[in-house]
């Protein structure tokens, strides 16, 4: 028995956000770790006009939620159980 093209579109869906929210993690934590604090966007956090360093952990924080939201993409492409009647 197949899911319901519903279900699926929006298991599809789910996973191309998720790959697609962790793409854009990974470009945040490649800026937070190349740009000194002055440099960085001001819609980003530690954003510090004349600050000459780096916010490395901003950037392992970043890398770390794409990680996640990569896993989250993995387990939602998983096989769902069929329930038992």
């Given at each position: 028995m197949t899911a319901?093209?519903?279900?699926?579109?929006?298991?599809f869906a789910l996973t191309a956000a998720l790959i697609i929210l962790g793409i854009l993690f990974v470009v945040v934590g490649v800026i937070y770790e190349t740009q000194t604090a002055a440099h960085l966007p001001s819609f980003l956090p530690g954003h510090q006009a004349g600050d000459t360093g780096h916010h490395v952990k901003h950037g392992i924080a970043a890398f770390a939620?794409?990680?996640?939201a990569w896993i989250g993409a993995w387990?939602?492409?998983?096989r769902r159980?069929?329930?038992r009647s």
């Open positions: 319901p093209a519903t279900t699926r579109s929006s298991r939620l794409a990680v996640i387990f939602s492409t998983g159980s069929r329930s």
